[in-house]
């Protein structure tokens, strides 16, 4: 099942949480020609910015993915770590990432961000050039697939 992207997001603007897309979509944001499934996050690890976090997540109906039944939803303890929260919500995949390769944190990310206006409204998601580069270390096989489109939206983007 893929991911209700605009639903997902839409929400968690609408409670103000700050964040940096990352992954798949960042760069289908940016006119790469590929598919994602889920929408990846990195979040501002604030108090303040978690508590909206929370409630953006509790709207969502979100919950850890692979417990069967039980509905297990993130707490603050697991959005204040720098791991990955994989979760569903009602809108699809959520990954609520605390950093990624490189130990990049929200802080790190948004200096390496572009806005991309959606619906009216400015999102920030991680530079395709950072995406790519990102990507060419990588050794997954899905990576190592998309390379050629993601260099050659690249180029055609002249980032």
């Known amino acids: 099942m893929s991911a209700d992207f605009q639903k997902i997001l839409g929400v968690l603007r609408a409670h103000e949480v700050e964040f940096v897309v990352v992954g798949a979509l960042a760069a289908v944001l940016q006119g790469a020609p590929i598919m994602t499934l889920d929408v990846d996050v990195v979040h501002r690890r604030t108090p303040e910015n978690i508590d909206r976090l929370i409630a953006a997540l509790r709207e969502l109906d979100a919950h850890f993915r ?84 993601l260099r050659q939206t690249l180029r055609e983007s002249g980032e």
Do not use: C, F, N
Request: proline fraction near 2%; charged fraction near 30%.
């Open 66 to 149: 692979g417990h069967g039944e039980r509905k297990l939803v993130p707490q603050v303890s697991h959005l204040e770590s720098r791991g990955h929260q994989l979760l569903t919500t009602k809108g699809g995949a959520l990954d609520v990432l605390g950093a990624i390769e490189d130990g990049l944190d929200y802080h790190a990310l948004i200096e390496e961000s572009v806005g991309v206006e959606i619906e009216g409204e400015v999102l920030r998601v991680l530079s395709l050039a950072r995406y790519v580069a990102l990507k060419e270390r990588s050794d997954r096989p899905k990576d190592q697939a998309r390379l050629s489109v």
